[in-house]
């Protein structure tokens, strides 16, 4: 065990502390019921730090699970943009980020997602939450449907995302992206302002 | 229970046995943690007799799932329907099996399918082939899109059951049945039978 004495900004151990708290306190109490300060506690830095580091608890978990992509600030970029464009302009960017290099890394942090019920669990809340619920308080939805328009629009993009990049299947992976974009656009669309017919 | 005495090749109950315990088996312990010994001293026989029926640990698993789900029959029965209700019949089946008793050992199977990238591939050619080609075949949908077709309802048949079942993503998994239905059969009719957008 390292000595916690001298930890400044710019010392990779900080950021390597916190790190090794944020996958121990994430797995043993899940996303929601862990803080940034009880990890900083366990890492034995200041909160700022975490800051100065991931920026967010959001980033923190990413990194945690190996995601080195800013899933907020995408989000935020589509959520910007005129709310009867955004089912074209999400799909526009996660096919984007998942067809690039980084996607690999997603790919192996979603397998490991499903296969062990811990970090399923624990990524179960981070979308509720971070995805699902910035999507809810973003859009002006509804309050009484707003969360099954927001689990709608999970059901479809998850399974683009499984059958695409996960599982492979032929007709999916091999589309290309602008045809992906025009077919499943209007779904998201509808989900999200349409008729959900109940 | 039934006597384990005078099984041998030929006997139905020695297969039905291999099937039961497998499924127990893997439901219980994920795919990669089961062996072939484990099963064959779970159902009370020679491990020789599991390579007679199924060949290999790989296609006994793929059986354990597709007896699970039967979808053969299930399928037939959906396709047996008027081609413009099939987005609501295929929802309405997928669900009652899934919100069934033989649920929770889908989930399992299908969590150790996804985390093993040897079984993810079987898995892919089993939806490829067995539900995807299935639809095409039945359907006869335009042979220059079917596949096309095929691929978008699986990404959205895929999405559901991850996201209601496999993540258990609350605003989908509290989602009534009904109302599911009613909210993801018109995207199901529009892939199958309405405009794609290109």
Chains 1, 2 share one sequence.
Do not use: C
């Not at 929601?32 to 980033?59: C, E, L, W």
């Amino acid at each position: 065990m390292m000595s916690r004495a001298g930890r400044r900004p710019g010392n990779p151990d900080t950021r390597e502390a916190i790190l090794s708290a944020a996958r121990t306190l994430f797995a043993a109490n899940g996303f929601n019921a862990t803080s940034v300060r009880q990890i900083a506690a366990a890492a034995g830095v200041d909160p700022a730090m975490i800051h100065h580091y991931f920026k967010s608890k959001d980033q923190l978990f990413l990194t945690t699970i190996q995601v080195g992509i800013d899933i907020p600030s995408k989000m935020a970029l589509v959520l910007a943009g005129d709310p009867e464009k955004f089912g074209h302009n999400l799909l526009t960017t996660v096919l984007e980020v998942w067809d690039s290099e980084d996607g690999a890394s997603l790919v192996a942090a979603f397998r490991s997602a499903l296969s062990d019920p811990t970090t399923s669990a624990m990524v179960r809340d981070f979308v509720t939450t971070a995805v699902l619920g910035t999507l809810v308080g973003a859009l002006h939805l509804a309050p009484d449907d707003a969360p099954q328009r927001a689990g709608l629009i999970g059901s479809q993009m998850l399974g683009l995302v499984v059958g695409r990049y996960i599982l492979a299947i032929p007709p999916l992976a091999a589309m290309p992206a602008d045809k992906v974009v025009a077919a499943i656009a209007p779904t998201i669309q509808r989900y999200l302002t349409g008729p959900l017919g109940f």
